[in-house]
């Protein structure tokens, strides 16, 4: 069976300081991955996806970037956090392809002080 | 303009009534899907269901339903007798190849 992990579960970091969240598939091959975003009490933010290793789109220009070295690892990163980067950030999967659902990692609740 | 509305922000019941969240949504594809998921207070989505266009029967999964109707662009669900597990956040989401989420429905079930 498929599994996702994301970590760490929670980070509180200061505002200007790096960021840098690992999420990571078992039990599939070349899925599509993406990153969400939700801040406290809204709905879904797709921020960036990506179809095989290296392939990122973006979808809200920002200060975060997305990388895939690995065909099941997909990371996001910002080499300076702002206040307005805090919230739930959650990393989902699903099979290659159009239409597919999307599974769920756990999520990380970031909090930028 | 929005893909998915979920006009319900937040409804309120008390333990065994039934309870429908409403999901309208907007596409000039004739290929879509519709989901729905669930977000307990833990925080993580889980997939409920997944409905494409062309299939306009209404499903039954225990105490869940889901009505979809393409006239009134909808996909309704229905838990019929609440527990208080069913408390939680609840999205519908459209897929034109991309996933579109609406702003969520916060189930409160109170005993």
């Known amino acids: 069976s498929q599994t996702i992990h994301q970590w760490p579960a929670t980070l509180v970091q200061p505002v200007g300081s790096p960021l840098s969240l690992e999420c990571t598939v078992e039990g599939t091959s070349n899925p599509n991955l993406y990153w969400y975003r939700q801040a406290a009490g809204r709905g879904l933010q797709l921020l960036f996806y990506?179809?095989?290793?290296?392939?990122i789109s973006s979808e809200v220009p920002q200060n975060l970037s997305a990388s895939r070295p690995q065909d099941r690892q997909f990371i996001l990163s910002s080499k300076k956090l702002l206040l307005s980067d805090s919230g739930f950030y959650l990393c989902?999967?699903?099979?290659?392809?159009?239409?597919?659902?999307?599974?769920f990692g756990p999520g990380t609740r970031l909090t930028v002080l | 303009a929005q893909k998915v509305t979920q006009a319900q922000t937040e409804i309120s019941v008390v333990e065994k009534e039934d309870v429908t969240l409403d999901c309208v949504y907007e596409?000039?594809?004739?290929?879509?899907?519709l989901f729905w998921y669930k977000q307990p207070p833990s925080g993580e989505l889980v997939f409920l269901i997944r409905?494409?266009?062309?299939?306009?029967q209404n499903e039954i999964s225990g105490r869940y339903s889901w009505n979809f109707q393409k006239s009134t662009s909808s996909f309704n669900f229905t838990i019929t007798a609440s527990q208080v597990v069913d408390s939680a956040v609840y999205f519908c989401?459209?897929?034109?190849?991309?996933?579109?989420f609406g702003s969520g429905t916060k189930l409160n079930v109170k005993p």
């Open positions: 989902a999967w699903s099979v290659t392809g159009s239409y597919n659902e999307q599974f």
């Open positions: 989401a459209l897929s034109e190849a991309l996933f579109y």
């Open positions: 990506s179809v095989g290793i290296g392939q």
């Open positions: 409905r494409n266009s062309f299939d306009e």
């Open positions: 596409t000039r594809d004739t290929t879509y899907y």
